[in-house]
């Protein structure tokens, strides 16, 4: 069964530090993997995913992944956290076609100034 | 371009009433989704479909809760009669038919049952 885990609901930061918002996978098959933010009141906006090629892949506000496919981790990183950059991120994960994305739980991101 | 529409934004009714949320997908994407969110629970995908066509209805916690997609550019998820727990946000989304495209969601409803 294909699955997300985000080990840690919270994660806290001051701003102008380096950021990472874990997140392991467990699926069978080449997995497609994908960050999400969600800020308050809003729905979800994509950042970032990762198909195939190098495994570090870079998305929008400064937000960079890394993909290790023998820890089976997406993890995500910014080098300099903002304070605008307070939000709930979501991991997720797709197999294949004709199924839909698997969200992990949500790890809230608090940086401080 | 106009992103995913959903309305109303905040809806406010009490047990036993019928509720009606709508969603207008991305012009073009082929497959939209429903999801609630709680704090309790976190996200659910409650249903989602291809070209108009239920895939997977799994999610749907009980048979109070209906959805349906007219048309390409139209879906509903309608509960009836509500109930308390039913309190949530409902999010909509939608993307192309393809495992490399990302899910593009609404802003919500954002649901009271009192």
């Known amino acids: 069964a294909q699955s997300v885990a985000q080990p840690e609901d919270q994660v806290n930061v001051a701003e102008g530090n380096p950021l990472t918002v874990k997140c392991t996978y467990s699926?069978?098959?080449?997995?497609?993997l994908f960050w999400y933010v969600q800020y308050p009141n809003r729905g979800l906006q994509f950042l970032l995913k990762y198909i195939t090629g190098d495994n570090l892949v870079k998305g929008s506000y400064g937000f960079e992944a890394e993909f290790n496919k023998s820890q089976t981790s997406f993890h995500l990183k910014k080098p300099s956290a903002l304070v605008s950059d307070s939000a709930l991120y979501f991991c997720?994960?797709?197999?294949?076609?004709?199924?839909?994305?698997?969200f992990g739980k949500g790890t809230t991101l608090s940086v401080s100034s | 371009d106009a992103g995913v529409i959903q309305s109303p934004r905040h809806e406010v009714t009490e047990m036993g009433q019928e509720v009606t949320l709508r969603c207008k997908p991305i012009?073009?994407?082929?497959?939209l989704f429903w999801y609630r969110q709680t704090m309790m629970r976190g996200l659910e995908l409650l249903i989602y479909?291809?070209?108009?066509?239920?895939?997977?209805d799994s999610g749907m916690p009980e048979d109070r809760f209906s959805a349906k997609m007219p048309n390409a550019s139209f879906s509903t998820l309608k509960i009836q009669p509500s109930e308390p727990r039913d309190s949530a946000v409902y999010f909509c989304?939608?993307?192309?038919?393809?495992?490399?495209?990302?899910?593009?969601f609404g802003d919500g409803t954002r649901l009271s049952i009192l």
């Open positions: 997720a994960v797709i197999r294949q076609a004709g199924t839909a994305l698997i």
């Open positions: 479909f291809n070209n108009n066509v239920p895939i997977d």
């Open positions: 989304a939608s993307s192309f038919w393809i495992v490399d495209q990302p899910q593009h």
């Open positions: 012009s073009g994407h082929n497959s």
């Open positions: 699926v069978s098959g080449n997995p497609y």
